[in-house]
Nanobody
Framework: QVQFVESGGGLVQPGGSLRLSCVASGFTLSTQQMSWYRQRPGKEREFVAGVDYFGGVIKLADSVKGRFTMSRDNGKNTVYLQMNLLKPEDTAVYYC???????????WGQGTQVTVSS
């Protein structure tokens, strides 16, 4: 059974940083490209970042370019989202899934809440 467990969210001031983690299970991480998504209040879930099988190629949404980056550790079945220079509009619940820029699995984790506010 495919499962994703996201963590690392919290309340941060504008300009701050957070590092999100996502532990995946039910499949071999190295066989899947991986991605992060977010759902802002009142909005549809949207793509944020994607990484290829071994972390060599990263795709970022225009809204986060220059501020976010994504990495992975296949040995730990974990992907990360490093978020810098956070803005209030980054406030959202963040999710991970397999796939490079669109979700591969229908199942989702509980997500992790990121709130950017002074």
């Amino acid at each position: 059974q495919v499962q994703f467990v996201e963590s690392g969210g919290g309340l941060v001031q504008p300009g701050g940083s957070l590092r999100l983690s996502c532990v995946a299970s039910g499949f071999t991480l190295s066989t899947q490209q991986m991605s992060w998504y977010r759902q802002r209040p009142g909005k549809e879930r949207e793509f944020v970042a994607g990484v290829d099988y071994f972390g060599g190629v990263i795709k970022l949404a225009d809204s986060v370019k220059g501020r976010f980056t994504m990495s992975r550790d296949n040995g730990k079945n974990t992907v990360y989202l490093q978020m810098n220079l956070l803005k209030p509009e980054d406030t959202a619940v963040y999710y991970c899934n397999a796939g490079f820029d669109r979700p591969h699995f229908n199942s989702w984790g509980q997500g992790t809440q990121v709130t950017v506010s002074s």
